[in-house]
């Protein structure tokens, strides 16, 4: 068959297919025009349908039940409503692309190939017999993905079919008409990709299901396994293969995963913002989505000013000449060790036997229990007790010292005093809820004695019960003191360390520590072992809800908070995608290889998968940036081709200003969708941002750790925000030597540079990075700014 007779062949079956969705939609608006007229209906008549009547205990019964049926009939419409309205909504989106692919598949044991057509959602033909459209998340569209033509097998619930795939197309079909259409080989065509490759950015991600490669295609259908490590190169599509995932598992689990069984943790809010539209546009609900930080502060805000990780970060790039900077980096790096998760849990171990620190229970000035009583009952319960449950019965043993307590205040003065000041209202108040508490066997205070002992207790009472329940809730655990005590008592923390030796800067990493938590403050690497050590005592928050966490960018994570986060969810699987030669913090990445990863659930329960090709950016840019990280030149370029990176040289700021700016305009008047001006620092970009607004028609937006959303346009922005978004052309603001030699700078300045898709200046003020004039000169062209090009 020529190309043309296939083209108008497959075009009539667009037609077919456009009709058939058409008529479902009339259909579906109907009955969603008719479920929400019966439900606005019946949610105005609601009270007339039901019987009520409270005259009798019987009544009032049947009212109960009237009231509950009627609200069982009226929910059930609504579901109805709501489940139609869905419907409806897929068959719109169909009906603007109704698929994207088509594998022919001849099952062994039958004489003809079955055509099979993948689209974003299945669709049934008019009787409802055969599927015009197969979801791309059904077992047999795992051939399409995973399958090049010739003999294979697929897994389906029912068991394994055999067969051959004889022929695999693609097309684009936009609003009933197909605009390309090839046959392709394994991969899924390279032609589609490069179109979608070569578009501009968008403010928002976008779903990949079209041209998920075999390789991302594991990922996504991977359901087996515990732990899922996804190690996978700058723009591989570590993030895009999760994401599809996510509607996948909802998919493939529907009867029994909701989407807020699955939370994603992102680098920053804004990321939030970037991946939210990729679900919906899927037919799906967003799953939860979090930052970790904002985890740690809904457990420790309360209680401790709360460093983030990107002040420490900034601190990091910033304050080398810190006469303290040793010491802090040294005990960032200890404090995020498996070693200190060890000593954490030996110190626990040993809190068995000693050094246990309470706060005591006061009430007005005096001491109701001394740290020193509940010491030595804690350690009088034998040594075969259960440390939570000692706390337990040592609570219980509080809560009767507080109420001999409160027996013995009743004659106090200050409850006189209490007494006296009771206006009539208060006592009012105070013989109702008495009345209320001793179920109506109260008639009324007629003895004088009587009524005083009861609002005497009643006023004792009123006033120890915050001290109750801080004594409920074990608050009277000095965590802080605990905590604080790993760093005051230096021979305790060599016992704890066994054998392995104390951390550089020992002595200013404790004073470090301590002052600032004096000052009620807590660095960003002591908030997680904080936590650790408070829920090793007092029990866990568990989340047993959650199916799946799902971790972005887990190199930013220390080997601590993933194992932390292990206990948090202990009925998730979890997905963690990173890239080491991203981890741009201080402390050492939990995927320093993958032993600390696999170790959380062990080798039997962990499959690791390794991305390394790289789509987002052209072939130019990958070949420039994967020769500044070790292990880069496995790193493969997906072949779409674009300038050489430039590296501009400036001898002077007011030169390298106007040359950044004059670009800035020319790439404004190229309709460049978005374009990131990156910087190292949030301080750096903020002046940058304040000297371009001077400059340019119109200011672009300056990007900080708070920013929300993420739109099109010029943008400000510091190098470790930009970690999970991409822009289409980047331009470095300063990748001197000056600003990016160091190993730790490496990574950042790595990050930055593969932001980009299309177009990538590297600005430099004095001479460039090493990162950079290490690398063969054929991978970029170098220009030295002259006065005259900047005028
Ligand atoms: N199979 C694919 N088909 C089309 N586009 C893809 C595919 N895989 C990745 N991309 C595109 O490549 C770009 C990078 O993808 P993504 O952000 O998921 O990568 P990443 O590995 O998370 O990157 P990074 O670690 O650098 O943040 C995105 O624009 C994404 O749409």
Same mark, same amino acid.
């Given at each position: 068959?020529?190309?043309?007779?296939?083209?108008?062949?497959?075009?009539?079956?667009?037609?077919?297919?456009?009709?058939?969705?058409?008529?479902? *939609?009339?259909?579906?608006?109907?009955?969603?025009?008719?479920?929400?007229?019966?439900?606005?209906?019946?949610?105005?008549?609601?009270?007339?349908?039901?019987? =009520?009547?409270?005259?009798?205990?019987?009544?009032?019964?049947?009212?109960?039940?009237?009231?509950?049926?009627?609200?069982?009939?009226?929910?059930?419409?609504?579901?109805?409503?709501?489940?139609?309205?869905?419907?409806?909504?897929?068959?719109?989106?169909?009906?603007?692309?109704?698929?994207?692919?088509?594998?022919?598949?001849?099952?062994?044991?039958?004489?003809?190939?079955?055509?099979?057509?993948?689209?974003?959602?299945?669709?049934?033909?008019?009787?409802?017999?055969?599927?015009?459209?197969?979801?791309?998340? &059904?077992? *047999?569209?795992?051939?399409?993905?995973?399958?090049?033509?010739?003999?294979?097998?697929?897994?389906?619930?029912?068991?394994?079919?055999?067969?051959? *795939?004889?022929?695999?197309?693609?097309?684009?079909?936009?609003?009933?008409?197909?605009?390309?259409?090839?046959?392709?080989?394994?991969?899924?065509?390279?032609?589609?990709?490069?179109?979608?490759?070569?578009?501009?950015?968008?403010?928002?991600?976008?779903? *990949?299901?079209?041209?998920?490669?075999?390789?991302?295609?594991?990922?996504?259908?991977?359901?087996?396994?515990?732990?899922?490590?996804?190690?996978?190169?700058?723009?591989?599509?570590?993030?895009?293969?999760?994401?599809?995932?996510?509607?996948?598992?909802?998919?493939?689990?529907?009867?029994?995963?909701?989407?807020?069984?699955?939370?994603?943790?992102?680098?920053?809010?804004?990321?939030?913002?970037?991946?939210?539209?990729?679900?919906?546009?899927?037919?799906?609900?967003?799953?939860?989505?979090?930052?970790?930080?904002?985890?740690?502060?809904?457990?420790?805000?309360?209680?401790?000013?709360?460093?983030?990780?990107?002040?420490?970060?900034?601190?990091?790039?910033?304050? =080398?000449?810190?006469?303290?900077?040793?010491?802090?980096?040294?005990?960032?790096?200890?404090?995020?060790?498996?070693?200190?998760?060890?000593?954490?849990?030996?110190?626990?171990?040993?809190?068995?036997?000693?050094? =246990?620190?309470?706060?005591?229970?006061?009430?007005?000035?005096?001491?109701?229990?001394?740290?020193?009583?509940?010491?030595?009952?804690?350690?009088?319960?034998?040594?075969?007790?259960?440390?939570?449950?000692?706390?337990?019965?040592?609570?219980?043993?509080?809560?009767?010292?507080?109420?001999?307590?409160?027996?013995?205040?009743?004659?106090?003065?200050?409850?006189?005093?209490?007494?006296?000041?009771?206006?009539?209202?208060?006592?009012?108040?105070?013989?109702?809820?008495?009345?209320?508490?001793?179920?109506?066997?109260?008639?009324?205070?007629?003895?004088?004695?009587?009524?005083?002992?009861?609002?005497?207790?009643?006023?004792?009472?009123?006033?120890?019960?915050?001290?109750?329940?801080?004594?409920?809730?074990?608050?009277?655990?000095?965590?802080?003191?605990?905590?604080?005590?790993?760093?005051?008592?230096?021979?305790?923390?060599?016992?704890?360390?066994?054998?392995?030796?104390?951390?550089?800067?020992?002595?200013?990493?404790?004073?470090?520590?301590?002052?600032? =938590?004096?000052?009620?403050?807590? &660095?960003?690497?002591?908030?997680?072992?904080?936590? !650790?050590?408070?829920?090793?005592?007092?029990?866990?928050?568990?989340?047993?809800?959650?199916?799946?966490?799902?971790?972005?960018?887990?190199?930013?994570?220390?080997?601590?908070?993933?194992?932390?986060?292990?206990?948090?969810?202990?009925?998730?699987?979890?997905?963690?995608?990173?890239?080491?030669?991203?981890?741009?913090?201080?402390?050492?990445?939990?995927?320093?290889?993958?032993?600390?990863?696999?170790?959380?659930?062990?080798?039997?329960?962990?499959?690791?998968?390794?991305?390394?090709?790289? !789509?987002?950016?052209?072939?130019?840019?990958?070949?420039?940036?994967?020769?500044?990280?070790?292990?880069?030149?496995?790193?493969?370029?997906?072949?779409?081709?674009?300038?050489?990176? &430039?590296?501009?040289?400036?001898?002077?700021?007011?030169?390298?200003?106007?040359?950044?700016?004059?670009?800035?305009?020319?790439?404004?008047?190229?309709?460049?969708?978005?374009?990131?001006?990156?910087?190292?620092?949030?301080?750096?970009?903020?002046?940058?941002?304040?000297?371009?607004?001077?400059?340019?028609?119109?200011?672009?937006?300056?990007?900080?750790?708070?920013?929300?959303?993420?739109?099109?346009?010029?943008?400000?922005?510091?190098? !470790?925000?930009?970690?999970?978004?991409?822009?289409?052309?980047?331009?470095?603001?300063?990748?001197?030597?000056?600003?990016?030699?160091?190993?730790?700078?490496?990574?950042?300045?790595?990050?930055?540079?593969?932001?980009?898709?299309?177009?990538?200046?590297? !600005?430099?003020?004095?001479?460039?990075?090493?990162?950079?004039?290490?690398?063969?000169?054929?991978?970029?062209?170098?220009?030295?700014?002259?006065?005259?090009?900047?005028?």
């Amino acid at each position: 068959m020529s190309t043309d007779q296939q083209w108008s062949e497959e075009q009539q079956r667009v037609d077919l297919v456009t009709d058939q969705i058409e008529r479902k *939609i009339t259909e579906l608006e109907k009955e969603v025009g008719s479920f929400r007229d019966e439900v606005v209906e019946m949610r105005k008549d609601f009270w007339d349908e039901v019987t =009520m009547n409270f005259s009798e205990a019987d009544d009032v019964g049947e009212t109960s039940t009237s009231m509950r049926q009627q609200s069982q009939v009226l929910s059930d419409r609504e579901r109805s409503h709501l489940n139609t309205a869905a419907a409806l909504d897929k068959m719109k989106r169909l009906h603007h692309s109704p698929y994207f692919g088509r594998i022919d598949f001849k099952e062994d044991g039958y004489p003809q190939a079955e055509r099979i057509y993948l689209g974003i959602a299945s669709l049934l033909d008019e009787k409802e017999e055969s599927f015009l459209v197969y979801d791309w998340r &059904a077992p *047999i569209s795992n051939l399409y993905y995973d399958g090049a033509p010739g003999p294979i097998t697929y897994h389906t619930p029912s068991g394994e079919i055999s067969g051959d *795939i004889e022929m695999k197309r693609q097309f684009v079909i936009r609003d009933g008409r197909i605009r390309f259409m090839f046959d392709t080989g394994v991969t899924i065509g390279d032609e589609l990709l490069q179109a979608v490759l070569s578009r501009t950015s968008d403010a928002q991600m976008k779903s *990949i299901v079209a041209t998920i490669q075999k390789e991302q295609n594991r990922i996504i259908r991977n359901d087996r396994t515990r732990m899922l490590i996804v190690q996978g190169a700058a723009g591989s599509g570590k993030t895009s293969a999760a994401l599809q995932r996510v509607a996948y598992l909802l998919y493939k689990y529907r009867e029994h995963l909701q989407a807020d069984q699955m939370v994603l943790f992102s680098p920053n809010p804004m990321f939030n913002s970037y991946v939210s539209t990729v679900l919906p546009e899927l037919g799906e609900e967003n799953m939860l989505q979090t930052t970790f930080q904002e985890y740690l502060e809904r457990r420790l805000g309360r209680e401790y000013q709360l460093e983030d990780p990107f002040i420490q970060l900034e601190y990091v790039l910033s304050n =080398m000449e810190d006469p303290g900077y040793m010491a802090r980096m040294s005990g960032i790096r200890f404090k995020s060790s498996e070693s200190f998760l060890k000593v954490i849990t030996r110190f626990k171990d040993s809190l068995m036997s000693e050094g =246990m620190k309470f706060k005591p229970v006061r009430f007005q000035g005096q001491a109701v229990v001394t740290a020193e009583a509940m010491a030595e009952k804690f350690y009088s319960f034998g040594s075969s007790v259960k440390l939570v449950n000692r706390l337990e019965m040592l609570r219980d043993w509080m809560l009767k010292e507080l109420s001999a307590f409160g027996k013995s205040e009743l004659e106090a003065p200050w409850v006189d005093q209490q007494l006296d000041l009771m206006e009539p209202e208060d006592l009012q108040r105070a013989y109702q809820r008495l009345k209320r508490k001793q179920k109506g066997k109260v008639d009324t205070f007629d003895d004088f004695a009587q009524e005083r002992e009861i609002l005497a207790r009643m006023v004792v009472s009123d006033r120890l019960k915050p001290l109750r329940k801080w004594i409920k809730s074990l608050r009277f655990v000095d965590i802080r003191q605990l905590y604080a005590h790993l760093f005051q008592d230096q021979s305790q923390m060599i016992r704890l360390l066994e054998g392995e030796a104390l951390p550089a800067h020992w002595d200013e990493i404790c004073s470090m520590t301590l002052r600032r =938590m004096k000052v009620q403050e807590l &660095a960003y690497e002591d908030i997680t072992p904080y936590l !650790y050590l408070r829920e090793l005592l007092l029990g866990f928050h568990i989340n047993s809800n959650i199916r799946h966490v799902i971790i972005d960018e887990a190199q930013d994570y220390s080997a601590f908070q993933l194992a932390f986060m292990k206990r948090l969810f202990p009925r998730a699987k979890i997905t963690a995608l990173g890239d080491f030669n991203q981890a741009i913090y201080a402390h050492s990445s939990v995927l320093r290889g993958t032993g600390p990863l696999t170790n959380l659930y062990g080798p039997e329960n962990t499959e690791v998968i390794e991305l390394t090709r790289s !789509y987002r950016s052209t072939q130019q840019i990958v070949e420039f940036t994967r020769g500044m990280v070790p292990g880069g030149e496995e790193i493969i370029p997906f072949n779409r081709s674009g300038e050489k990176p &430039a590296v501009i040289v400036s001898s002077n700021t007011e030169e390298h200003m106007k040359k950044i700016a004059a670009d800035l305009s020319h790439l404004i008047q190229e309709e460049y969708e978005s374009v990131a001006v990156i910087c190292k620092t949030a301080e750096e970009s903020k002046e940058v941002h304040e000297a371009l607004s001077r400059v340019l028609p119109a200011a672009p937006k300056l990007i900080k750790k708070t920013t929300l959303a993420f739109e099109r346009g010029v943008h400000v922005i510091p190098a !470790y925000l930009a970690k999970g978004v991409e822009f289409d052309a980047v331009l470095i603001y300063d990748g001197s030597a000056e600003q990016y030699a160091q190993e730790h700078e490496r990574k950042l300045f790595y990050t930055a540079c593969t932001r980009a898709m299309h177009l990538l200046h590297v !600005y430099s003020l004095g001479k460039p990075s090493p990162f950079i004039t290490s690398q063969p000169q054929q991978l970029y062209a170098i220009n030295h700014v002259s006065a005259a090009q900047t005028d």
